[in-house]
Every structure is written in structure tokens, then in C-alpha cells.
Nanobody
Framework: QVQLVESGGGLVQAGGSLRLSCAASGRTVSSSYMGWFRQAPGKEREFVASISWNGAYIYYKDSVKGRFTISRDNAKNTMYLQMNSLKPEDTAAYYC?????????????????WGKGTLVTVSS
């Protein structure tokens, strides 16, 4: 059983930066496709970014391309999301998720286990 714990959220002004971390325990996720999702109040959870087990394949939601960078450190069983040039519309709870399947993570249906989330608030 894998447990995921997100951290690094907080309140930041527009244009600022935050770095989210997703630490895995229980089992290694070094061979798993991992991803970041977010959910704003009253909206569905949406895909933000994902990364293959070796970092060779990376996908981003169009609106975060050029601003967000996903990465992972398999030795630390941890995934990261560096968020720069934050905008008020990035305000949401951010969740990390992983897949037990070989395919890419591009939607919530691709995720088999979730963390509990960390809140990001961007003020204008």
C-alpha cells in the first residue's frame, strides 16, 4: 500500500513561486507514473502535469506550460512541482497521484492512489 503526502502549499501573491512536494511511503513508486492534479472550489479535479518513472515522458496542462516544472527523485521516493509566475486562477487544492498501470497519467481515471492534497492560494 502506497501513502502519498503533499506539502509546500501556501498563500502567495500573483507572480510568486511555490514548490510542492509529494513524498511516498509504504512502497517504492520509482517504477510508477506519477502526476499532479488540482481542484478549485466548485470544480472538478483536473490534470496539471505528469512524469514517467524515469522522467523521459512529461506532460503538462496547456495553461501551466512554461510556468510549472514537474520532476522526481526516485532515490527519495519524492515528486515535485515547481510553480512560477503564479496566477490567481492557479488557486486550488493540489493533489499528487500515482498509477499501478504502465500507461501515462493524463486524467483522474489513470490514477490508482492519491494523496490528501495541499492548498495553494494565489492573491491578486
Amino acid at each position: 500500500q502506497v501513502q502519498l503526502v503533499e506539502s509546500g502549499g501556501g498563500l502567495v501573491q500573483a507572480g510568486g513561486s511555490l514548490r510542492l512536494s509529494c513524498a511516498a511511503s509504504g512502497r517504492t513508486v520509482s517504477s510508477s507514473y506519477m502526476g499532479w492534479f488540482r481542484q478549485a472550489p466548485g470544480k472538478e479535479r483536473e490534470f496539471v502535469a505528469s512524469i514517467s518513472w524515469n522522467g523521459a515522458y512529461i506532460y503538462y496542462k496547456d495553461s501551466v506550460k512554461g510556468r510549472f516544472t514537474i520532476s522526481r527523485d526516485n532515490a527519495k521516493n519524492t515528486m515535485y512541482l515547481q510553480m512560477n509566475s503564479l496566477k490567481p486562477e492557479d488557486t486550488a487544492a493540489y493533489y499528487c497521484g500515482g498509477s499501478r498501470r504502465p500507461g501515462p497519467v493524463r486524467a483522474t481515471r489513470d490514477v490508482d492512489y492519491w494523496g490528501k492534497g495541499t492548498l495553494v492560494t494565489v492573491s491578486s
